[in-house]
């Protein structure tokens, strides 16, 4: 017999990993971006109806916000987020501080590392938790009220 809630939280854990690294990636471009002084927006392809009635793939530009900014003492200080959540990047450590923009680039790749070895699999259960406390109840909302 498998067990569903397992396999449940194996796939939202999965998940986490990909839609968070993939996130920290994007930091990191955009950080690159920052650094040289020229922007950077995703750009995708978005499925539309065009003017003729077919189907056309346009490019879709979105502004990416960035989890970092200038303290009131000249430093600058980042956080990890994933949604609107902010997720500790160690025990009890939200934010992330430097006197440079260049210093959040071994920040961020050892983040990405960490993600894809599975060490902020623990940052998960604190966001699954939090959502709780706000109302959502996660695995067992697919089975009902017991």
Known sequence: MYDTAAT??????????DKL???LKRQYDLLEKAIQGRTFSLVTMERAVGDSGRIEELPYYRQLKRWWWKTADDQYAIVIRYGYHRLPFERGRFVY???TLEAFKPFLIAQ??????GELDWAYDL???SRRIAGFSGVSSLYGSC
């Open 112 to 117: 990405m590392r960490r993600v894809e070895r």
């Open 8 to 17: 449940i939280r194996g796939i939202r854990l999965a998940k986490f990993r």
């Open 127 to 129: 966001y699954m938790s």
């Open 97 to 99: 501080e430097s006197d």
């Open 21 to 23: 690294g993939s996130a």
